[in-house]
């Protein structure tokens, strides 16, 4: 049984208590330091979601023009790469 727990939690319950309990704490004062408090989050979230909603879902479109304006300079750029990657071998 102890075995399947180490499993899951990856290590060992304290020791997976130590480590969330120090990322807790880091978190925490950077969260304080910004003036961060996690309604804040939840209502940015939740504001991001009714915004896109309220878009009507235009948001996807500008997605796609951003995809394909950089699919434009990547791809020629990776067949680039791979072709000068073959030659070197």
Known sequence: MADR???FLGDTPFRVFIK????SLIV???MRTFGWMPLDIVRAIRQLC????NMGFAAFSDIADYL????AIVIPAF??????ALRRR
């Open 79 to 84: 067949i680039l790469l791979r072709l000068f």
């Open 5 to 7: 727990v180490d499993g």
């Open 28 to 30: 925490g004062v950077v």
């Open 68 to 71: 394909i304006l950089g699919a």
């Open 20 to 23: 969330l309990a120090i990322v």
């Open 50 to 53: 009714a915004h896109i909603w």
